[in-house]
């Protein structure tokens, strides 16, 4: 008995090559579920956003709700209480600085293995400013001063892990580990400042007038802490700082 | 020894390990508020049936009454416990559930306040398994007030029934998108099959369902953002009945969307991982003086779960107090709490035994939480054996090492030829598997107690085998 070889199922398909048009169906299927889940998330955040603003008060005093509301912000990356500066932070209470100090400190930890520890205020504020939803499908501008961001350390420093702010000539910086920044780390970050690049122990020692040996230690501290990074070029030791880069080559 | 009264009749609650209610998050459960000073009156006519752990002797006679409670009231029950076992032990507690009590209006009703007589402040709670009860507030209306309006919302919400409901509904709109599309509404015999779509249509089809169900369920959900206040008021209960079917909608979409994406930005978007949100307790709903106590045990069981902090779990049992300050605050997503207040929580948790405390390094100020179990020279311990594990054999510099020490020490006998090796604070969190502050400090400590000698060169500090000490 003939039996029609290959003309049926899914052999037949893949001899006759149409599982191509599978395929392409997969594709779409799965670009038409991306394109509605990026619509629906984008619509969500704006909702979520709003009805936060408009309900605020039930959300503060409905602690049952408040779990539900939470729950739908937090896979989101949507921020429930962009706490408005009210009457009571200008006490420093509430939220607003809470959550402000919490911002600061996960910023502080997420560079500092860029930069060691210490950033220029203005940088931590441009992330901050700029840091919206997960997706980033809606434009969040949240708006923080340099003087909030002070405050917010203010009370960071009490969690004893040595945020600090420390003026580097005209810039504030924060500082978010222990470590020990005395005047000499002071001025030779400052002198990094203003050549505006990396700078060597020689460069130090003519402009500041120190002796090698003085430079070295202050640059060598810096060094181990990751605040500064060594570049042999050419013959010669250049120490980079990434705190100061961004001030320098402004954006 | 226990006494036969109201309250000890009620099934008995779990508690976690710092004493806390153990509420049942998988459920969705949330405590709403907590008020002391409550008195607990039974006003059955007959005997409540005699729990089994009251003694079996006739000086525990049956009581009417419980005083000197704390009552908590969640989305899913009240839980009553003894005042004066809150503290360094907390004894049992008892609850009774939303579901045994009558459906509203008779299941809560207030009452009381009179002039001459009936003038405590009360809630009269009708339940189905254990009679009726009067629920006394010796402080006053106020508190009587916001605690009904808590109960009330309970009670008309159904909360514990949610899981259920949504079971129901699931099942249902199955059946009209399964058998076709609007065009199949004349179920003729053949009509039915002809219309039936099948393969990959269907697939399509359900796809396609599945969108604009969670686009319509985004638009309704939400209402309009009105200003008067009880449309308000209805907005928010829209939202709280359609909260657990968008969160469905949500995880996947956003699961979806992560495939996709390139996550370059993972440091920024929180430190918070699987462990959930938090209820917040505040000042409101927990009473002035008991606020910190509660705040202490919560963070104990926030970090019980922890796997990078627990031993038990594999953690390294320290962290320092911004670690905690942030994952917490985070978890609680709402009503944050001030460094203060984190300070002043986690110092009662040494007396309060829950096996965590704070700890301040000197010279540095370094503060962190650690675990009772905790102890510097197991870490010490650690490190000089990973050093140890790293020595390889023969090397000039162990001849110098030797002779210097000999030098200074007379005759002793020391390993000839090693290369002794040193670690760095970085290198040393790595061995830990802490963070580089923490292995600093730990680094240090070991120096302290004689574990470890440290060697100053222009590449930096190195720590290594204390060979002095023996």
């Known amino acids: 008995m003939a039996h029609r070889r290959g003309r049926a199922g899914i052999g037949a398909l893949k001899k006759k090559g149409e599982t191509s048009k599978f395929t392409k169906k997969a594709e779409e299927i799965k670009e038409t579920s991306l394109q509605s ?47 408005k ?133 202050a640059l060598d501290l810096l060094l181990s802490e990751g605040m500064a990074w060594i570049d042999k070029y050419e013959g010669l030791e250049f120490y980079w700082f990434p705190s100061v880069w961004k001030d320098s080559f402004a954006l | 020894m226990s006494a036969w009264t109201p309250v000890t009749t009620l099934p008995k609650q779990t508690l976690t390990q710092s004493g806390l209610i153990a509420i049942d998050s998988s459920d969705n459960e949330v405590q709403l508020i907590t008020r002391s000073n409550m008195e607990l009156r039974s006003l059955s006519p007959d005997l409540l049936p005699k729990p089994a752990s009251a003694s079996a002797s006739a000086t525990s006679a049956e009581m009417d009454r419980d005083i000197n409670l704390i009552v908590t009231l969640t989305t899913h029950r009240i839980v009553f416990q003894f005042q004066s076992a809150i503290g360094a ?172 994406q390139k996550e370059d930005t993972t440091e920024l978007t929180g430190m918070l991982n699987e462990m959930g949100i938090i209820t917040a307790l505040t000042k409101e709903s927990t009473e002035d003086k008991s606020f910190h106590e509660l705040l202490a045990r919560q963070i104990c069981d926030f970090l019980s779960m922890n796997k990078a902090f627990q031993i038990h779990l594999g953690g390294s049992g320290i962290m320092t107090l911004t670690d905690v300050y942030c994952l917490y605050n985070r978890a609680r997503g709402a009503n944050m709490i001030s460094p203060d207040d984190l300070i002043e929580a986690l110092g009662k948790m040494e007396c309060l035994g829950l096996g965590m405390k704070l700890r301040e390094f000197e010279g540095s100020g370094v503060k962190v939480l650690q675990e009772t179990g905790f102890d510097d020279s197991v870490m010490a311990k650690k490190l000089i054996n990973h050093m140890e594990s790293q020595e390889g054999g023969g090397n000039v510099d162990g001849g110098v090492v030797q002779d210097f020490v000999n030098f200074l020490t007379g005759e002793v006998e020391i390993e000839i030829a090693k290369n002794y090796v040193g670690l760095t604070a970085l290198e040393a969190a790595r061995v830990l598997k802490i963070s580089p502050l923490l292995a600093n400090e730990q680094l240090l400590s070991a120096e302290q107690n004689g574990y470890l000698c440290r060697d100053v060169t222009m590449e930096g500090t190195r720590f290594y085998k204390n060979l002095f000490s023996r």
């Open chain 1, 37 to 83: 889940a990026l619509d629906t998330v984008k619509q969500l955040e704006i909702k979520l956003t709003k009805f936060a603003q408009t309900h605020h008060k039930a959300i503060a005093k409905d602690p049952a709700f408040r779990h539900k509301f939470l729950s739908m912000c937090a896979p989101l990356g949507v921020d429930p209480l962009t706490s």
């Open chain 1, 85 to 217: 500066k009210s009457f009571w932070s200008f006490l420093q209470m509430g939220d607003f600085y809470h959550e402000l100090a919490v911002k600061v400190a996960e910023v502080c930890y997420a560079y500092r293995s860029r930069n060691g520890g210490i950033m220029s205020i203005k940088e931590v504020q441009n992330i901050l400013v700029r840091r919206g939803t997960k997706f980033r499908l809606n434009e969040v501008v949240t708006n923080y001063s340099e003087e909030d961001i002070v405050l917010a350390i203010e009370k960071l420093k009490q969690l004893g892990s040595g945020f600090r702010i420390v003026k580097v000539g005209g810039t504030r910086m924060v500082v978010s580990v222990p470590t020990e920044l005395d005047n000499d780390h002071v001025q030779v970050i400052q002198l990094a400042q203003d050549v505006g690049g990396g700078i060597t122990v020689d460069m130090v020692s003519d402009m500041i007038g120190w002796e090698d040996d003085r430079v070295k230690r």
């Open chain 2, 89 to 260: 032990d907390t004894g049992t507690a008892h609850f009774l559930h939303h579901c045994a009590l009558h459906p509203l209006p008779h299941g809560i009703q207030t009452s009381g306040g009179n002039w001459t007589s009936n003038r405590s402040y009360k809630i009269h709670i009708a339940s189905l398994t254990h009679g009726n009860f009067n629920l006394i507030f010796r402080k006053g209306q106020k508190d009587r007030d916001s605690f009904y309006e808590a109960f009330h919302k309970s009670l008309t919400r159904r909360q514990w029934e949610e899981t259920y409901r949504q079971s129901q509904t699931q099942t249902q709109p199955r059946h009209p998108r399964a058998s076709g599309t609007s065009d199949s509404t004349n179920n003729s015999s053949h009509g039915n099959k002809v219309n039936k779509k099948v393969g990959i249509d269907a697939i399509l089809q359900r796809n396609q369902h599945r969108h604009e169900r969670a686009k319509n369920l985004t638009n309704q959900a939400f209402g309009e953002n009105k200003k008067d206040k009880d449309a308000k008021a209805q907005e928010v209960e829209v939202l709280f009945r359609e909260a657990k079917e968008l969160t469905g909608i949500i995880h996947k979409y956003v699961a979806t969307l992560e495939k996709n």
